[in-house]
């Protein structure tokens, strides 16, 4: 069974930082582009950064020059470096990619920005 775990989520004061993990588990046979959601009380899911399998990026304007996106490939990884956090950063950040030629979602992990 596929899935994808998330980490690395917790309280923060603003200007903090904080990595979040996104790692598949399970017999891994393709690894394709993959993606970090989140979603804040009363608010639509958003899209907040994306990476290819080749590892071409792509970011949300709210987080530009704060977030960085990245992926360990041999370790069926992607992480979210996000520095100079934001209280509006404040939401639940998902996981989604195409894993094994489907499209999976993890569980999701709360990130809280205090100011």
């Known amino acids: 069974q596929v899935q994808l775990v998330e980490s690395g989520g917790g309280l923060v004061q603003a200007g903090g930082s904080l990595r979040l993990s996104c790692t598949a588990s399970?017999?891994?046979?393709?690894?394709?582009?993959m993606g970090w959601y989140r979603q804040a009380p009363g608010k639509q899911r958003e899209l907040v950064s994306s990476i290819t399998g080749d590892g071409r990026t792509n970011y949300a304007d709210s987080v530009k020059g704060r977030f960085t996106i990245s992926r360990d490939n041999p370790k069926s990884t992607v992480y979210l470096q996000m520095n100079s956090l934001r209280p509006e950063d404040t939401a639940v950040y998902y996981c989604?990619?195409?894993?094994?030629?489907?499209?999976?979602w993890g569980q999701g992990t709360q990130v809280t920005v205090s100011s």
């Open positions: 989604n990619g195409r894993v094994n030629l489907r499209d999976r």
């Open positions: 399970g017999t891994i046979l393709s690894f394709g582009a």
